[in-house]
Each structure stands twice: as structure tokens, then as C-alpha cells.
């Protein structure tokens, strides 16, 4: 489905359509399908986007939200999701792996002590 269809869809301006794709891709870094449609004989192929069903329902709740007083920001967080607060959390999760790891590693330099082989791998 491209521009047209979807906006034929939900009913709203061809170029509304455009302008919130781009918003929505830099808000939520969701990323659209994108297809390349032959222009002719001779000319370079065009990059256009193929929007599928689940994208055509995401702009229908999107736009609904909007109909209902939403701010647009706000919208696409809650539809698309938020690019910034998912990158946290991954970095977060990052995070707690590294300190699991870094005390596990702490325990067994424990053990290893403990046991006095830490003295036998020591370079004299």
C-alpha cells in the first residue's frame, strides 16, 4: 500500500500522511517498508514505501488519537513507541548484565584466593 491508498484509508490528506511518516520515524525510530518502483525506461528506480496491514492500523489508532485531542508527540509515543526510552532500557539491561557478571567473576577471584592457586598464576 503506498501514500495514497493509505491516506485514501484513513482519510486524510496525501501530504499529512507524508509529513507524519517522517515524524514517526524520528520519534519512534520505527522504520517503514521501502520499495523500489521502476520509473521507465533508461531512469533510475525510485525508493517508495509499502506500507503493510499492521502499519494501516497503527496510523488509524494514531489518527483517532489525534481526532480525540491527543498531542501529536504523545500519539506516536503511544502508538509507535519511544525510541529514546527503549534505548534506555536496553542500556539499562546492558547494565545489570555487566555488574552479574562482574560480581560473578569477583566471587570466583574470591575462591580462587581462597584456595591459594591465585599465588601460582601470579607472573615472578
Known amino acids: ?18 509529513k507524519w511518516r517522517g515524524e514517526i520515524t524520528k520519534i519512534s525510530g520505527n522504520e517503514f517498508n521501502r520499495i523500489k518502483v521502476r520509473n521507465g525506461r533508461g531512469r ?9 496491514d499492521l502499519d494501516v492500523k497503527c496510523f488509524k489508532e494514531f489518527d483517532r488519537l489525534l481526532k480525540t485531542g491527543k498531542n ?10 519511544n525510541k529514546e526510552v527503549e534505548e534506555l ?20 577471584i574470591k575462591n580462587l584466593e581462597n584456595r591459594g592457586l591465585m599465588n601460582k598464576l601470579k607472573k615472578k
Do not use: H
Open 1 to 18: 500500500m503506498n501514500y495514497r491508498e493509505l491516506a485514501e484509508a484513513i482519510d486524510r490528506p496525501y501530504n499529512t500522511i507524508r
Open 44 to 52: 533510475k528506480n525510485r525508493t517508495a514505501y509499502d506500507f503493510d
Open 72 to 81: 501529536k508527540v504523545e500519539a506516536i509515543r503511544e502508538v509507535f513507541g
Open 89 to 108: 532500557q536496553k542500556e539499562q539491561s546492558e547494565l545489570d548484565t555487566l555488574r552479574t557478571n562482574t560480581s560473578d567473576l569477583t566471587e570466583r
